[in-house]
T-cell receptor, first 114, second 115 residues
């Protein structure tokens, strides 16, 4: 089992719809969770971090964390064509030690259709 | 968010030469910096973890004598690709970890082409 799993997609949604991106992780005691957006040919950009169970909202983005189910998701409301990118889920497992390395999923490619 | 710069953004070099890439955290002190490599349409691959004033920790399969990392200060880490070969052509990206939050902020990346 991969440490961090994401559906690779591609996921296509119409403009204005809600895009839902999902991620599961294997290390039950992981504490820090992140979503990054990566446009083609560019480096990843941090868009959300979440540390406790529940929802965290920032503008059109909502991150949801359920530690019991080892599940983290990202909702994008009112999706825009400019949201078309690859979304990377990242987890900081305790196994990373003091270096706090992130373990990344393989990413979900999102396309928002005009 | 925090800002990480990387220089150069793009470099073309001849086989056998060495290339140095700089990574700087501009508005925070980074306890740890990371170096990644990404081939087209593939996932990020962690190459090494760098802490200020100590030797870098390399991931399995990454040659430490080929990819030299120096972390001179809390805001600067460098990666030197020595004796580069065409198979080293890739997108090299650094990130810096903000201590309190564990958030990692990425530099814009360096696209290396070895001819």
């Amino acid at each position: 089992q991969k440490e961090v799993e994401q559906n690779s997609g591609p996921l296509s949604v119409p403009e204005g719809a809600i895009a839902s991106l999902n991620c599961t992780y294997s290390d039950r005691v992981s504490q820090s969770f992140f979503w990054y957006r990566q446009y083609s040919g560019k480096s990843p950009e941090l868009i959300m971090s979440i540390y406790s169970n529940g929802d965290k909202e920032d503008g059109r983005f909502t991150a949801q964390l359920n530690k019991a189910s080892q599940y983290v998701s990202l909702l994008i409301r009112d999706s825009q064509p400019s949201d078309s990118a690859t979304y990377l889920c990242a987890v900081n497992p305790p196994s990373s030690g003091s270096a706090r390395q992130l373990t990344f999923g393989s990413g979900t490619q999102l396309t928002v259709l005009p | 968010g925090a800002v990480v710069s990387q220089h150069p953004s793009r470099v073309i070099c001849k086989s056998g030469t060495s290339v140095k890439i700089e990574c700087r955290s501009l508005d925070f002190q980074a306890t740890t910096m990371f170096w990644y490599r990404q081939f087209p349409k593939q996932s990020l691959m962690l190459m090494a973890t760098s802490n200020e004033g100590s030797k870098a920790t390399y991931e399995q399969g990454v040659e430490k004598d080929k990819f030299l990392i120096n972390h001179a200060s809390l805001t600067l880490s460098t990666l030197t690709v020595t004796s580069a070969h065409p198979e080293d052509s890739s997108f090299y990206i650094c990130s810096a970890r903000m201590g309190l939050t564990n958030e990692q902020y990425f530099g814009p990346g360096t696209r290396l082409t070895v001819t």
